[in-house]
């Protein structure tokens, strides 16, 4: 059966979809385009609005092609009763929870003899990245209750795999050649505490970098009220670790904080940075804010813009709030209008363009080792690669490389910058 699929949403949504391919990689055969298909699967996101607009776009735009529509995900797992009205089109909707059996219904969906001799597991994926990274999901669902969150009623609570089954899986993909191992989940910080009954991020790592061979590990999604002295001296001295932090903070202000229900306070916040800073002089910091929260004022804006140009993340993201149905946030009476939100963001991306620009300055004429390619820029005629500065995605950017050889997908070289801007830096390959 050809098979066409769709992952929509973040890496952890990905990662799904690789083990649907997995369960059902004895029954199908992928295919590149629609048209050709058999089947078609939609993984679908469901946190904010722009997400679920994008997966009923895509269903609909995929429901026009001559094949079996089957949607999973996020999606269908937070609206299942309204979306089989909805739309019709769908064959089936497939919810999380039913992924442990998700070869036998696609199976009776396609009308075909699938037998469940391949289990929906982290160690039979098949891969849809490039061969030099992976991401490997450590957990699942959230122990926080955000107030502006709606993955815990998604996903669950705290989920999460055992030190071995993860570091089996580790082995095998260093076994392959993978060198950029991205570790993710809900709240990594939060990995093993349902399980070992405490935080056991950090017993996870040990095990990890003990694994033979030559590659790197990063971590995303730090929660801050819990990155402990013990993480952050294990990733400064440990050399398999990349000495990257994504803590998302989501505001400065500790009132906001306190409406959003995070653990965090201004205090800790400044006090984590800086520390992180002092002890790890080439971290990278990243983070995400979210803008036109109810009771944010304009003195918490100004507040926060104040607070990123003291820090001076080398990465942010934000987004602009978005009420999500079921969470805490709809309670608040203090709905802030759509083009003051916009206003604030553009306010706030604008500083971070300063911040980030000047931040990509102190690379003018130094060599940065350890860049691996990951792609050519025909327009161009360079090369593009990452560092252990840029995580695999649309926030961090990357590096333009002239080369005067041919290098290969995976290559790790060094680099003279030569030029910069916000969000790359240009150079010529130094042998």
């Given at each position: 059966?050809?098979?066409?699929?769709?992952?929509?949403?973040?890496?952890?949504?990905?990662?799904?979809?690789?083990?649907?391919?997995?369960?059902?990689?004895?029954?199908?055969?992928?295919v590149a385009s629609?048209?050709?298909?058999?089947?078609?699967?939609?993984?679908?996101?469901?946190?904010?609005?722009?997400?679920?607009?994008?997966?009923?776009?895509?269903i609909l735009e995929l429901s026009d092609y001559d094949a079996k529509l089957v949607v999973c995900g996020c999606l269908p797992q937070r609206y299942k009763d309204e979306i089989v009205k909805l739309l019709p089109e769908v064959d089936r909707f497939i919810t999380i929870d039913e992924y442990g059996d998700i070869a036998k219904i696609v199976g009776d969906v396609a009308n075909s003899s699938f037998k469940i001799n391949n289990e929906f597991s982290p160690l039979n994926r098949i891969n849809t990245e490039p061969s030099y990274m992976r991401y490997v999901k450590i957990s699942e669902g959230c122990l926080n209750r955000c107030a502006f969150c709606a993955i815990p009623l998604i996903r669950g609570k705290l989920h999460s795999r055992t030190i071995e089954n993860i570091v089996e899986e580790v082995k095998e993909i260093v076994k392959e050649g993978v060198y950029e191992i991205n570790l993710i989940s809900q709240d990594t910080t939060k990995y093993g505490y349902d399980l070992y009954k405490k935080l056991a991020l950090v017993?996870?790592?040990?095990?990890?970098?003990?694994?033979?061979?030559?590659?790197?590990?990063?971590?995303?999604?730090l929660y801050p009220e819990v990155?402990?002295?013990?993480?952050?001296?294990?990733?400064?001295?440990?050399?398999?670790?990349?000495?990257?932090?994504?803590?998302?903070?989501?505001?400065?202000?500790?009132?906001?904080?306190?409406?959003?229900?995070?653990?965090?306070?201004?205090?800790?916040?400044?006090?984590?940075?800086?520390?992180?800073?002092?002890?790890?002089?080439?971290?990278?910091?990243?983070?995400?804010?979210?803008?036109?929260?109810?009771?944010?004022?304009?003195?918490?804006?100004?507040?926060?813009?104040?607070?990123?140009?003291?820090?001076k993340f080398d990465r942010l993201g934000a987004f602009t709030f978005s009420l999500e149905e079921g969470t805490k946030a709809c309670e608040y009476p203090n709905i802030i209008s759509e083009k003051t939100k916009q206003a604030r963001y553009e306010r706030l991306m604008k500083t971070q363009s300063e911040i980030a620009l000047k931040n990509n300055e102190k690379y003018m004429n130094q060599i940065l080792n350890d860049?691996?390619?990951?792609?050519?820029?025909?327009?161009?005629?360079?090369?593009?690669?990452?560092?252990?500065?840029?995580?695999?995605?649309?926030?961090?950017?990357?590096i333009y490389i002239a080369s005067k050889r041919e290098l290969s997908l995976g290559e790790r070289v060094n680099v003279k910058i030569l030029d910069f801007d916000e969000y790359t830096l240009t150079g010529e390959l130094v042998e």
């Open positions: 059966m050809k098979l066409y699929m769709v992952s929509l949403g973040c890496a952890k949504n990905k990662v799904d979809s690789e083990m649907i391919l997995g369960a059902l990689r004895d029954k199908t055969e992928l629609p048209e050709d298909a058999d089947l078609i699967i939609v993984n679908t996101c469901a946190f904010i609005e722009p997400a679920r607009k994008e997966a009923i776009d895509t017993d996870l790592l040990k095990e990890l970098v003990k694994i033979e061979g030559d590659f790197k590990i990063r971590i995303l999604y990155v402990t002295d013990e993480l952050i001296d294990f990733i400064k001295n440990e050399p398999k670790m990349m000495h990257y932090f994504d803590i998302p903070m989501q505001h400065s202000e500790t009132k906001i904080l306190k409406k959003m229900y995070r653990r965090s306070d201004k205090e800790l916040l400044t006090n984590l940075f800086h520390k992180i800073r002092e002890n790890v002089p080439d971290a990278i910091l990243r983070t995400t804010i979210i803008v036109g929260f109810p009771y944010e004022e304009e003195e918490d804006m100004d507040n926060l813009i104040e607070f990123i140009k003291d820090i860049c691996f390619i990951i792609d050519y820029d025909e327009s161009s005629y360079m090369y593009v690669a990452r560092s252990y500065a840029y995580a695999p995605d649309e926030i961090d950017g990357c």
